[in-house]
């Protein structure tokens, strides 16, 4: 690759890695959220998926909870949710949950969850009428009580933190120790925000991010480039803008038109119908790029993948905890999981089922993974490497083996020789360059089973994924301690 006065050049760096048989021939991409994928994992009783559990060191967990409203269905969301639901829904759906925590705990044998980090996401949680947001907050908080330290971190949209309900809201988070807000503002451009059809203009973003810094919560604002319509001098406008409101952290969504979960957007019909108005992928990561140089200009560096802050302190524990640490971690919800430290949980889709199962006093969980030591190896390595580093240390502490004297080391080799990793002495850590395309060089550890798209969209270079993969790699299970 040619080096340019900024270094290197997004583009042809993206076309060097086509040709490594890295990135698909369509540029496509796939966030290496989990591993394995969630839409891959095979059904499972509780019993199975419990079998040979032990619990976590200190019994201590990060919580997930799933609330799934939304006021109206945003054009690239791929989350499950219900749009404008009644209030007799939503109070069904919370005494559910309630329900739910009430097992788990049967289950591990506690009458309270030791909590390291918490995650109230959806769909939107607070999209409840304030006596249903303090309901839920009082019995989550008697079973998950919020120690000093704990970051306690609520994920919204705009709208539900303008007006005077708004501001009852948040009273009622700060009241229960919420501590931090995660803001969906997407845009900061009101004929954006209509074609997302999001719920708020650009004045109510704002809006809700100072109601917010005012109450006393650190926040982060989340933003997604690439949306059809977006032109780049619209972006760095909203970038511009962005890095203006003072929030603590910043984070940038490369728009997903492949659903990565059970639901599906109606961006990807979109996609299929409207092709003329779409981003290309090339200026998709020109815009990538230039909201990095704009955003260390006013000193957001990336802390976490895709998430600029200006100090380390800022990032969200629950993710870093879940992905880099690669520690348990509870879902309590409709679709949400567990993540534990050798298998990972996940509740149906479908409200009946879980209500179903709630209702005859099982756990409504119903696919999952107890992973296979060849799988938990890739899942050690991709997690941390692509959200953060991967200490040796920690791959020897999550797989009993040292990662040199597994097959997966020759991938490593190969992302070296690239410059897209690099190696010290205590760890392994994605360059500039890997970092820019993280999805896609940990995507080179997946096995062959859940790449994740067709072996014929991959040029058969180096790095191409299907000719990387060593298969199942048996070792002796003895040798393995979590
Ligand atoms: C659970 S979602 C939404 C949270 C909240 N309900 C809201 O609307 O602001 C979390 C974030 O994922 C990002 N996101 C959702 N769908 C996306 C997609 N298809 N492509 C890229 N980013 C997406 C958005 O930035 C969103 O704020
Ligand atoms: S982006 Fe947020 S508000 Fe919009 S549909 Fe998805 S979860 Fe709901």
């Not at 990060?62 to 799934?68: E, F, K």
């Not at 004929?191 to 109510?204: F, Q, S, V, W, Y």
């Not at 109601?211 to 919560?217: D, H, K, P, Y």
Request: negative net charge; contains cysteine; proline residues 6%.
């Amino acid at each position: 690759m040619k080096s340019t006065e900024n270094g290197w050049d997004e583009i042809e760096l993206y076309h060097d890695l086509q040709q490594a048989g890295l990135i698909p021939v369509h540029g496509d991409f796939f966030p290496a959220v989990h591993y394995p994928p969630i839409t891959r994992y095979a059904p499972l009783t509780e019993e199975e998926a419990y079998a040979g559990f032990q619990l976590p060191e200190n019994n201590t967990f990060d919580i997930y909870v799933h609330i799934p409203f939304c006021l109206k269905r945003c054009i690239f969301c791929h989350y499950p949710s219900k749009y404008n639901a009644p209030d007799e829904e939503k109070d069904r759906y919370l005494e559910a949950l309630k329900g739910e925590m009430n097992l788990f705990l049967q289950r591990i044998g506690a009458n309270r969850i030791r909590t390291r980090a918490i995650l109230i996401g959806g769909g939107t949680p607070t999209d409840l009428t304030p006596k249903q947001l303090e309901y839920f907050l009082q019995y989550f908080t008697e079973r998950a009580p919020v120690r000093d330290q704990v970051q306690f971190n609520y994920d919204v949209d705009p709208n539900s933190l303008i007006g005077p309900v708004g501001l009852e809201r948040l009273k009622l988070l700060k009241d229960y120790g919420v501590n931090r807000l995660t803001i969906g503002v997407q845009s900061l451009n009101d004929p954006i925000l209509k074609g997302m059809n999001r719920a708020h203009t650009a004045a109510e973003a704002i809006e809700s991010v100072n109601n917010s810094l005012e109450a006393g919560f650190k926040v982060n604002i989340e933003f997604i480039f690439g949306f059809p319509g977006q032109t780049m001098d619209i972006w760095n406008e909203d970038i511009r803008l962005a890095s203006t409101l003072n929030t603590d952290e910043i984070q940038l969504y490369r728009l997903k038109y492949e659903p990565y979960g059970d639901q599906v957007g109606i961006i990807k019909n979109y996609r299929e119908k409207k092709q003329d108005n779409l981003v290309s992928v090339e200026e998709t990561l020109r815009m990538k790029r230039s909201a990095i140089r704009i955003l260390a200009e006013q000193g957001y560096l990336e802390n976490l993948r895709r998430v600029y802050t200006r100090s380390k302190d800022n990032i969200s524990r629950y993710a870093y905890n879940q992905c880099c640490r690669l520690l348990d971690q509870v879902g309590f919800g409709q679709t949400a999981f567990a993540s534990y430290h050798d298998r990972f949980l996940l509740n149906p889709f479908s409200f009946e089922e879980y209500y179903g199962a709630i209702d005859s006093g099982r756990l409504p969980l119903n696919r999952g993974i107890v992973r296979s030591l060849s799988e938990q190896m890739r899942w050690s390595i991709i997690l941390p490497l692509k959200n953060y580093y991967l200490p040796k240390k920690l791959f020897y502490r999550r797989t009993g083996h040292y990662l040199e004297d597994t097959p997966f080391i020759s991938i490593i080799h190969r992302l070296i020789d690239m410059g897209l990793v690099e190696e010290s002495d205590m760890n392994y850590t994605l360059t500039e360059q890997g970092a820019f395309f993280a999805d896609e060089v940990t995507e080179a550890f997946y096995s062959h089973d859940y790449i994740p798209f067709p072996e014929s969209d991959y040029l058969p270079g180096p790095l191409n994924p299907y000719n990387n993969d060593p298969g199942d790699v048996i070792y002796d299970q003895a040798a393995r301690s979590n």
